[in-house]
């Protein structure tokens, strides 16, 4: 099991440019959790997503920000239009279907730096 | 909505102290508190969690205390050593239809000297 895949690792964007990170979770893990890290903060919940399916976007800024987790494929965080605020590490997690056993396995993260 | 506060941001000790952390939450009907710990650049990784159902929960040097009514929950550390030194994330969630939103603590910065 190879656990909660996120890639880039690592992305450099200039103000205006588009961000998009990737997320594939844990093998038989149907939740997905977009959570964002400022520098030397905590971790703030952005979105939570089952496939096909946005649950939960009350963290997501009304602006700029989507995201999405098809059938097929990765769950997807796009960022339009980057500004330097956007600056972050962006943590995948995931999570089982079972209730009770909700542990959510955190991806190694997505370090986005606007220049 | 759920918030939770953290205490102290930083935490220096010497190798072989007792370390502890203290969170505090608003939402009564939180249910489930983990802890994460996050060496630099790294990601968060779960160290040991515990519900509502139960006050306290131990694994080897790592123990969880919960006090419902008071709304507070610590971690305590003992016998330090210098690999704990990484940051230590607090959170708490209402587990609920398979729905984990955490509410993270905004961190404590741990420090063992050797």
């Known amino acids: 099991n190879a656990g909660v895949m996120q890639n880039p690792r690592h992305l450099v964007r200039r103000r205006g440019q588009e961000a998009r990170l990737r997320c594939s979770p844990m093998?038989?893990?149907?939740?997905v959790y977009w959570y964002r890290q400022l520098p030397e903060e905590g971790l703030k919940f952005m979105v939570y997503l089952q496939k096909e399916n946005i649950i939960d976007e009350s963290g997501m800024p009304k602006e700029r920000f989507s995201a999405e987790f098809p059938k097929e494929g990765p769950s997807i965080l796009r960022i339009q239009q980057v500004v330097r605020g956007d600056s972050a590490a962006y943590f995948c997690a995931s999570s089982p279907l079972s209730l009770g056993a909700n542990v959510l396995t955190f991806g190694a993260g997505s370090r986005l730096t606007v220049l | 909505g759920e918030n939770v506060e953290q205490h102290p941001s930083t935490l220096s000790v010497q190798e072989g102290d007792s370390a502890v952390i203290k969170c505090t939450y608003s939402?009564?009907?939180?249910?489930?508190f983990p802890w994460y710990k996050q060496e630099l650049g790294k990601r968060p990784q779960l160290i040991i969690d515990i519900r509502s159902n139960v006050g306290e929960k131990k694994d080897q040097r790592i123990a969880v205390t919960l006090n419902k009514t008071a709304k507070h929950f610590s971690l305590h550390i003992t016998e330090t050593q210098p690999e704990d030194s990484a940051v230590y994330f607090c959170?708490?969630?209402?587990?609920?239809?398979?729905?984990?939103?955490?509410?993270f603590g905004t961190g404590t910065r741990l420090l063992v000297s050797p």
């Open positions: 093998k038989g893990h149907s939740h």
């Open positions: 959170a708490a969630s209402k587990e609920d239809t398979g729905f984990q939103k955490l509410v």
């Open positions: 939402d009564s009907a939180s249910n489930y």
